[in-house]
């Protein structure tokens, strides 16, 4: 499932072929993704223009403006979901594709097509554009990206915390974003045990420990630069304009069950162990 890196990275996509354009039409090719689209989806938000494009944890958020009003679409990738951008001249040679579920049509031409095969993803309206207040939103941490998001924040989440540290790092409610793929690469950068209790992180003072302070920046970097290289490719990711993530070439522990450690001097291999259902990755040498 995409995670932080991979949503922004197609919100970047999307946002130049959108912003500042009115839709004209809506098509929707099913009644339902995850969950039903909103009986007047389609009439609420044609003729409106796309104000912008933003990105919540793993949501993405199209804000539709008018003289009336203003609505806030919602959407989650989901397992396969992706948007492909046809310019005008593109459209016009357009094949569907049997998962073509919902097309944007714009007043320039350009066709935004959102393709589901497992149909996981979902497109929801926020009343009125009040989004923050949204039952998918409002409990949502701090983005990591931002100073929101410190070492103070994560000590004070953290404390008596008995629970796994890599569980406690995806919690959504203590921080925006985080996944299975970066929260393991994080701790192996940053040399802790996945399986430690998340209080580690805060001293018995209340203040941050040092292992807080150093997983902090390290979860930071490690988030820009999969942004920057455009995410990673999993299954079925694939960015806005139909081109393929890399991060996924930069992986040190995720998905490297038995490979050798990449740490200077370490002789050990990455294992793989199951918590909560999810696979984590990591070196037993480096990070004890």
């Not at 931002?146 to 406690?168: P, Y």
């Not at 390290?218 to 393929?244: F, H, P, V």
Request: aromatic content about 8%; glycine content about 8%; some cysteine.
């Amino acid at each position: 499932m995409p995670e932080l890196p991979e949503v922004e990275t197609v919100r970047q996509g999307l946002l130049p072929a959108m912003k500042g354009k009115s839709l004209v039409k809506l098509e929707l090719n099913r009644k339902n993704l995850r969950f039903d689209f909103d009986s007047d989806l389609a009439a609420t938000l044609e003729g409106k223009q796309i104000a912008d494009i933003e990105r919540r944890s793993k949501y993405l958020l199209m804000h539709f403006h008018s003289v009336k009003d203003q609505q806030t679409l919602i959407g989650h990738l989901g397992m396969s979901g992706k948007f492909t951008i046809f310019s005008h001249n593109e459209a016009k040679m357009r094949e569907k594709q049997k998962h073509d579920h919902v097309v944007f049509y714009l007043d320039d031409g350009t066709e935004i097509v959102y393709n589901d095969p497992r149909r996981f993803g979902f497109l929801v309206l926020a009343d009125q554009g009040d989004w923050q207040s949204h039952k998918l939103i409002r409990d949502i941490g701090p983005e990591p990206l931002t100073d929101d998001f410190d070492a103070a924040h994560l000590a004070k989440k953290s404390a008596g915390k008995n629970g796994n540290i890599k569980n406690h790092l995806l919690n959504q409610k203590i921080v925006a974003g985080l996944g299975n793929i970066y929260v393991c690469e994080a701790l192996f950068r940053a040399k802790i045990d996945p399986t430690y209790p998340a209080g580690i992180l805060t001293t018995k003072a209340g203040k941050p420990s040092k292992v807080c302070t150093k997983l902090v920046p390290i979860i930071k970097d490690i988030l820009a630069e999969a942004i920057e290289a455009g995410g990673s490719t999993l299954n079925d990711y694939r960015q806005a304009d139909g081109n393929l993530g890399y991060f996924q070439h930069r992986f040190v522990a995720y998905g490297r069950e038995g490979d050798d450690c990449v740490s200077d001097k370490c002789k050990d291999k990455i294992i793989r162990i199951v918590q909560s259902g999810r696979s984590t990755f990591y070196c037993p040498s480096c990070q004890k």
